[in-house]
Each structure stands twice: as C-alpha cells, then as structure tokens.
C-alpha cells in the first residue's frame, strides 16, 4: 500500500522537485582584524570590500522563481567570531512587518532573516538564528530536517536598522556558541533564509524545495575560507545568587536566599561539559494547565536551560509522548521543586560518535531519600544520515533503584525518488529494578515516515509491556499493541482562487489493543475532507472524528461526576479557521461537537493575537466545553492571557495569567528580564496562585504568593 502512495506522489505531482541549487553555491568568509562598528547600518567600510551573495529562490509562494524583494549577504570573522551582513532591500519600507522585540519573538509572524549553520557538516545537526528587522532574536538547535530545540539559547548578539530603502542588519555569533570539528581550514554547511510576511514570501540561498525547510541540512551550501580559529575561551562560569520572599497556606513566610553556579566547560570544539551546583530555576516560565477532559496526564516540555542545550542527545522516543528519558522528573516531585545538590553533563561529537552523559544528585526532601539520576545516550553516525545507538538510565536511592536499557537505529535520506524524504527507523528498551530483570517490561517501536510536500504518509506500529517503567522516563500510558497511519495530502489546487495550497487528510488514525488480553482499548481517526491554507495566509479546515474507548474501571471527570465501565463509540465533527498571524490582529476559532461517552459535548476554542506597536503585544485564548451526560452536566472554562511588552530588545515585561474552572486555580507570573550584556541575565519574578473556586475567591488572600529576584552573570575565560 506504501508504494502505491508514493507512485501516486510522482504521477500527481507537477514538476520534480530536485536538491535546488543556484550558482554561487559556496560563500567564502574574509578574515578581519579586531572588530567592527557593530550598529546595524553596515557602515563600516568592509562591508563595502567583501563580495555580496544575492543568488535567493522562492520557496513560496511562485516556486522557482527569484526573490521579488533584492536581498544581499555578506559574511566576515575575526578570531573570536562569525559577523553577518544582511541587505534586505523593499521597494515599499512601509509594509516591512516587524510587530516583537523581545528574545525569542514569534518569527512566523514577522519579516525575518535567518541564518543556518551547521559547523558538524553530518546532514543533521545545526544551528539556526533568526532575526526581524528590530533585531529581535530567536535561536534554535536542529536536531533534524523535522525536529529542532527552540528553547536553547545561544549566546550572540543583532544590532538592525530600517530606512526608506528596506531593513538592514549585523549578526555576531562567537566561535564558542558554536561545537565544532577542529581543523587547520573549515568548511561548513550553511543556508540563508528571508521570509516577507506581508507577501507570504519565503526564499532560500540553496536547497528552496518544497519538500525540506532551511532545517535541512543535507541541502545547504557552503561556507568557506575560515582558517586559524579555536576555542579562544574554554570556560564558561556562571554564578547567580537569587533572593526573594515566599508565601504559602500551609508554610506561611519564608525568605529564602540562594547561591550557586554553573561552569561550562569546552573539552574539545565539539564536546562540552557542564556542570552545576546549587541550580535554582527561579525564573522559569510558569506552566499552561489546561482543561482536560481525557483520562490522561498532559505532557508539559521542558523549560530549563540547564537541560535544553543538546537536549536531542538524550532522546529516546517510544511513540507519542511516551519518552525513555523526560528531564522534568529531574528537579521536580510532586509540582514542587526538589534541590539539585550537584549535576553534570557530557554532550556533542567525537568524529561521527553523538554522546549525551548526565548525572545528577537530587536533595532528600520529605519522605524522599536523597537521589542519583544517570544517562547515558549514544548515537554513530552511520552513512549519510542514518545511525545506530542506544541509552541508559539509572535512578538510585536508598530504598531502591530503576534501570532501562535501549537500543535504536534509523535509516533517513533526503534522496528517495531521487528527491523526497524517508525515514525508516526502530526502538526496543526494557527495564529493571535493582539491576534485575523484570517479566513483561520490554518496549519497542517502529515506524516509516514519508514526509513531503504534496504527500506526508506516517506508519507505526508499537507495543508496551504493562512491567516496562522508565522512572526517569515520561509514560502516558501503558501494556498496549498500538497501530497508526497518517496520511495527508496537500496538493496545489484551485490557486487561481488565492489558494497557497489544500490541506487534506483522507485519514490520520490510532489503534491500541490491550497487551495482555489482546482486546480493543481504544481508536482514533480524524478525516479532513477539505481544507486549505490561502496565499493570504488564512486557513480553515473541517474534520469529522471517530473516538472509541474501553474503560475498564470508572473514569472520573470531576469530583462527583464519573463515567462508568463500559465501551463507548463517540463521532464528533470539528469547524476550524484562523486568519493570518502577521497581521495587527488576528483569530483562531475551532467548534467541535458530538458525542462524549454517555453523552454529548460542544467545545469552543478560540485565540485572538493584538499588536499595538513593537513594544507592546497581547496574546489571549479561551475554550468552553459544554458537558451533558445522564450523570449530570459539566461546563469549563479556560482564560490564558499573555501580555508582552519589550522596552529594548534587552529589556522585557511579560505577564501570564489563567484560570481553569475544572482545576479551580487561577495563576498569575509577572517576569521582568533584563540582558545587561550578552549571556548575563537579571530576573525579577512574581507569582501568585489561587486554588479555590472562582466565586470563593479573596482576591487579596491568596494561597501561594512568591517575589524572587535573580542575577546570573556570565564569566569566560
């Protein structure tokens, strides 16, 4: 059935769609001595000197087709780092769209330039940094031509300029941001990326197919000519003392003060070592909780940075959100945050070897003994992008200790069919308890994924044993036989019309059988008959879903309602539109409806984006669900609003605030981040927490209460 979809792929699509490449493919980087006038007007005379690269095809919307807005790029270094000029030139500056200034802004929504570089040169792995034309930043790290950490934080600087000719910029990224192999001469892989928000424009310097994003690495150019550099400097200190006053129902006043540090430390340009001390995640965003209504605990990712640089290292998928590794149980028992006496962490290349080596001792807190974490993930580089690895685990306290073992490999190319992506990749893991083996605690997956541009085809099939625990490990459910097979199509009609392109799923389903009875637990499909993203960036979608459920014991929806054992067939059909989030204002609305279980419930979801100027910006959802079941009638609500306002781009407010009626809370956390200089930061945190109901509520007597500020300062050397 596979290969029938893919020779559909050939026979529907248009025109081939090769590893597009415009001559000049490679840019060469001019060395300078000291450094610039770094201001974002490109006014040194250099710029002037070096060559300009403007070779840039549209990906979107006219493929193939050259940039409608000249763009230019040079590149230029010193000893200690990379400089970037960027020339965007519009002949109408007054469309330039440039809503944020704040650190790691939504790019999407903006006009932007982005620059990848992948200084491995694997076909996998990289770094890409984005800017808009106020030279806010955002950063991620790729893991993949799909996957990537955009909460790493990279430490690099922009400086921007606008003018009646278009929007100008310097970029700075130091060497030691950067892993690297070391070398007497470099050649590393590197793209270019400018998207032109008010004309749904996306265009690339190399590899502008459809099929791949500027994350794909295997389709970048080259970046040559950059000789006698190091690692000028091999440490990296980072001490932070944090302060503040706390309050709590049960504990009343406390003044807690904090001291500790973290030292980087670069082994070798590729491998790095961290290691902490005392950590404290005062300033941690604070979590979204939202309604939920199914009978499983909600994934909540990762936020601290001492755990997200070369968090892809330590990953071991087992399907879903179902994860051999999840750092959150690390710091955390029970919502509360569990001392972190001392912790250590290994990552990057040795030649074609990917090591990822954590070990972490956790404080005794409560009825919990002092605790040791450990893992262990590694991964070769096998061929051009596939590998072979495998992971560790290990928890060791006093009263007992949990291992996994796990092995995985993957086959992935950019070449199949000359020029579409496949990946053909599998896992098998098992755990222990006290180093000895345990029945039923085996785990594995496989899975073909065909994601491309006019089909995007996904196939898995996994199972879980009801023994297999991961104590370090994230498990959303457990003891299944699971089938699933995605399969979307987004062909290129009607585009006369003003559609970009259709958004069709014929199918998208789940099926998990009970391991140790081989019985049916549960199903899920989604049909999207029609759909379809406009060139005006609007989209809408409508979708019928099939939901089936076994529930072998009663499922309590809230404290006196509760669904009983049964098997239940639920159809729901589902209205979704959204328009354009570049605009000053834009919406997402979803109604879904149909049957829940003994009953039937009604959902309105809806999101309303506002942005007064680029200082200033407001983001608020709300959902209802309507509940009406023969055991009584549930109605929630969820209010989320995020108030965001920037002073400089080193200088940010924020305020997060939402209610929950099924949890009966309400949070509020108001930061203030200030950058002084580039990888030092300031914190100045304030919380406050309810936990009764709404209409209960002393607004002046809250249950939790907290004000806490932070210093990190950054110290190389």
Request: with cysteine; glycine share 6%.
């Amino acid at each position: 059935m596979f290969v029938l979809f893919v020779f559909a792929n050939l026979f529907l699509s248009q025109k081939k769609l090769f590893a597009q490449h415009s001559d000049p493919t490679k840019i060469k980087a001019f060395k300078i001595q000291g450094k610039i006038k770094f201001d974002g007007n490109l006014s040194d005379s250099i710029w002037q000197e070096v060559p300009h690269f403007s070779n840039f095809t549209q990906r979107d919307l006219d493929y193939g087709k050259p940039i409608t807005e000249h763009t230019e790029v040079s590149v230029i270094y010193n000893n200690n780092a990379l400089y970037f000029g960027i020339w965007c030139f519009q002949k109408d500056a007054s469309k330039i769209v440039a809503k944020n200034m704040n650190r790691d802004f939504n790019y999407r929504s903006d006009d932007n330039f982005q620059i990848m570089i992948s200084p491995f040169n694997d076909n996998r792995t990289g770094y890409l940094f984005i800017i808009n034309p106020n030279a806010a930043r955002t950063d991620i790290q790729i893991f993949s031509s799909e996957d990537g950490n955009e909460d790493w934080n990279g430490v690099w600087d922009a400086k921007a300029s606008i003018n009646d000719k278009g929007w100008f910029a310097e970029v700075y990224i130091p060497f030691n941001t950067l892993q690297f192999k070391n070398d007497v001469v470099f050649d590393w892989a590197i793209n270019f990326e400018r998207d032109i928000v008010s004309k749904n424009e996306q265009a690339l310097w190399q590899g502008w197919s459809r099929n791949n994003s500027i994350t794909s690495v295997v389709n970048a150019g080259r970046l040559t000519g950059i000789s006698g550099i190091s690692y000028t400097k091999k440490f990296e200190f980072k001490p932070y003392a944090s302060g503040g006053w706390q309050y709590t129902d049960n504990d009343g006043n406390s003044f807690p003060l904090k001291l500790g540090a973290d030292l980087n430390v670069n082994l070798s340009p590729t491998l790095k070592l961290n290691l902490t001390s005392y950590t404290d995640f005062a300033q941690v965003e604070a979590d979204r909780i939202p309604v939920n209504l199914s009978r499983f605990s909600i994934y909540y990712p990762e936020k601290r940075q001492f755990f997200l640089e070369g968090y892809d290292l330590f990953e071991f998928n087992l399907g879903h959100n179902n994860n051999a590794f999840y750092s959150r149980e690390i710091g955390i028992e029970n919502g509360k945050q569990v001392p972190i006496i001392a912790g250590a962490r290994l990552f990057g290349k040795v030649g074609k070897n990917n090591i990822g080596f954590l070990n972490i001792q956790e404080a005794k807190i409560d009825t919990i003994s002092s605790t040791n974490n450990t893992v262990f993930r590694y991964k070769r580089d096998i061929g051009k992008q596939s590998s072979i690895g495998g992971i560790f685990t290990n928890v060791v306290n006093s009263e007992h200790s949990n291992q996994v073992f796990g092995i995985d490999a993957s086959y992935q190319t950019s070449e199949f069919l000359k020029n579409k992506n496949l990946t053909v990749s599998g896992k098998i893991s098992t755990s222990l308890k006290d180093f000895k083996p345990q029945k039923n605690a085996l785990t594995y997956r496989l899975f073909v994924d065909y994601p491309n541009d006019l089909i995007d085809n996904f196939m898995s099939i996994e199972s879980m044993q009801k023994n297999f625990y991961p104590e370090l490990g994230y498990i959303q459910r457990t003891n299944y036989d699971s089938y699933s097979w995605y399969f979307r199509l987004t062909p290129r009609w009607f585009t006369k019309l003003g559609v970009k392109k259709m958004a069709l799923k014929p199918w998208g389903f789940t099926i998990y059988r009970t391991h140790s009875t081989g019985k049916l637990e549960s199903f899920s499909n989604e049909t999207r008959p029609i759909g379809a993203v406009f060139k005006s960036g609007e989209r809408f979608e409508i979708n019928f879903i099939q939901n089936f459920d076994r529930l072998d014991n009663n499922f309590d929806i809230t404290d006196n309602i509760s669904i009983p054992t049964g098997e239940y067939m639920m159809y729901k059909y589902e209205l979704q539109f959204e328009t354009y989030h570049s605009r000053k204002l834009w919406i997402e609305l979803l109604y879904n409806f149909g049957s829940f279980y003994t009953g039937n419930i009604n959902t309105i979801y809806s999101e309303l984006g506002i942005n007064f100027n680029k200082h200033l910006n407001f983001n608020g959802t709300y959902s209802w669900n309507k509940v009406n079941l023969p055991q009584g009638n549930i109605i929630t609500h969820e209010v989320t609003s995020y108030v965001n306002y920037a002073f400089t781009t080193r200088l940010n407010f924020s305020l997060f605030a939402q209610y929950n009626s099924l949890e009966e809370i309400m949070n509020y956390n108001i930061r203030l981040h200030w950058i002084p200089e580039i990888g030092s930061d300031f914190y100045f945190v304030y919380n406050i927490g309810y936990e009764e109901p709404i209409k209960q509520i002393e607004y002046l007597k809250p249950q939790t209460t907290s004000a806490v500020m932070k210093f990190v300062y950054r110290i190389v050397f």
